[in-house]
C-alpha cells in the first residue's frame, strides 16, 4: 500500500495568494483527517471526514480555511487568502472504521508551507 | 476545556540510559494512543491503551495506562540513537473516539 499521499511536500507563496493542499488518503479507509502542526500549539486537528462527508470541522481557525471531499480517494484544504501566521506543516491522516476501540490514524508525510 | 499535557518537553539521554514521558489528561480517557514523530518526518502509531492499569510492551518500550485513565507513561529501556524523536501521546475528545486531541509531545535526543 502507497500510504497516505499529500502534494505537494512543499510551498511557499506570497500573503495574500491561495494555497490548495492535497491529500489521498488509503484505499478503504473512510476517515480523513486534517491536522495543523507548529511548535507553539502542536498538532491541531482542523476537520474530519466520514465517508466524504464533514464531520467535524470547529478547528478550522478562521473562514479562509475551507476543506472538501469530493470522493473517497481525494480531499483538499485550501487557504486563501494566505498569511505568514499560516506557515506550519499540515498533515492529512486517515483511519479504517473498524469494529472496535483501535481507531490508528495513518498520516501522510506532510505539506511544510510558508508564507511569506 | 479537555487538555492533555506532556512532561518533559525535551530530554537528552546519553545512549543506554533509560527515558520516561509522562502523559496527563484533565479528563477520564476512553483510551490513548501513542506516536513517534521522527524530525522531519509524520507521526507514526505506536499503540493504543485501553483498559485502567493496562501494561504493554514493544521490545524496550514499555507504556502504561493508570488506573484513573487519565495518566498514561512511555518508558524506554537503554536508548539507541534510532529512538531520536519526539513522543505524542493522544487522547479522545469527549465520547468521541475518532476525534483526538494531543499533547505537545517529549522530544527525545539521545547521545551515542
Known amino acids: 500500500d502507497a500510504g497516505v499521499i499529500q502534494s505537494p511536500r512543499h510551498e511557499v507563496t506570497e500573503m495574500g495568494q491561495e494555497v490548495t493542499l492535497r491529500c489521498k488518503p488509503i484505499s478503504g479507509h473512510d476517515y480523513l483527517f486534517w491536522y495543523r502542526q507548529t511548535m507553539m500549539r502542536g498538532l491541531e486537528l482542523l476537520i474530519y471526514?466520514?465517508?466524504?462527508?464533514?464531520?467535524?470541522d470547529s478547528g478550522m481557525p478562521e473562514d479562509r480555511f475551507s476543506a472538501k471531499m469530493p470522493n473517497a480517494s481525494f480531499s483538499t484544504l485550501k487557504i486563501q487568502p494566505s498569511e505568514p501566521r499560516d506557515s506550519a506543516v499540515y498533515f492529512c491522516a486517515s483511519s479504517p472504521e473498524g469494529g472496535g476501540p483501535l481507531n490508528e490514524q495513518f498520516f501522510g508525510p506532510g505539506t511544510r508551507l510558508t508564507v511569506l | 476545556g479537555q487538555q492533555v499535557m506532556q512532561i518533559p518537553q525535551y530530554q537528552h539521554v546519553q545512549e543506554g540510559e533509560d527515558f520516561t514521558t509522562y502523559c496527563n489528561s484533565s479528563?477520564?480517557?476512553?483510551?490513548i494512543q501513542w506516536y513517534k514523530q521522527r524530525p522531519g518526518g509524520h507521526p507514526v502509531f505506536l499503540i493504543q491503551?485501553?483498559?485502567s492499569g493496562e501494561v504493554k510492551k514493544q521490545k524496550r518500550l514499555t507504556f502504561q495506562f493508570g488506573e484513573a485513565k487519565k495518566n498514561s507513561s512511555l518508558h524506554i529501556t537503554a536508548t539507541q540513537t534510532t529512538d531520536v524523536g519526539t513522543y505524542f501521546c493522544a487522547g479522545p475528545v469527549g465520547g468521541n473516539n475518532r476525534k483526538l486531541i494531543w499533547g505537545l509531545g517529549t522530544s527525545l535526543a539521545v547521545n551515542p
Open positions: 491503551l485501553v483498559k
Open positions: 471526514f466520514n465517508n466524504n462527508v464533514p464531520i467535524d
Open positions: 479528563t477520564t480517557l476512553s483510551n
